[in-house]
């Protein structure tokens, strides 16, 4: 749902000058697309939106020519290659071993992955514990893990 809703807000500030959150709440709703002023805003922090002046008198929301490639897949892939040791997992639970002090960042990176089959995650100084809804979950995020390791 949140990617979803992150790529329309994209796509709306790319086909037409959006001012303010309630502006842009108002063009979500028009597609189907519900949220709440605070969580629209937290997109916008996210996604790296910036406001910038138009037509001389007023300011639109834009992407920053800075962070336009952070995402959460990227800062997972960017996090597991730098800091994970190992990767397993034990019916529907992964545990994944980082460098010491890395495990509170994988845990939020993973944390920030949009998963149905993904219960939560808790982190500690070198490990991460991944609740998975079922094996088949947990293999899968395992071997992704792995991939992303190399």
């Given amino acids: 749902m949140k990617n979803k809703r992150q790529e329309a807000i994209l796509e709306i500030i790319s086909q037409q000058s959006v001012e303010t959150q309630e502006e842009l709440l108002a063009l979500l709703r028009a597609r189907g697309i519900l949220a709440t002023q605070s969580t629209v805003s937290r997109d916008i922090k996210q996604l790296h939106l910036i406001k910038e002046p138009w037509n001389g008198k007023s300011y639109r929301y834009t992407t920053s020519k800075k962070n336009t490639e952070y995402d959460a897949a ?9 800091c994970c040791l190992r990767c397993d997992y034990a019916q529907n639970l992964i ?4 460098m010491p002090g890395l495990g509170a960042a994988a845990g939020s990176a993973i944390d920030a992955m949009e998963r149905p089959d993904k219960l939560g995650c808790v982190s500690g100084d070198d490990t991460v514990l991944v609740i998975m809804r079922d094996e088949a979950g947990a293999l899968e995020l395992c071997r992704e893990i792995h991939l992303m390791c190399r």
Avoid: F, P, V, W
Wanted: net charge positive.
């Fill in 74 to 82: 990227g800062r997972l892939q960017k996090i597991m290659s730098e």
């Fill in 95 to 98: 545990i994944l071993k980082t």
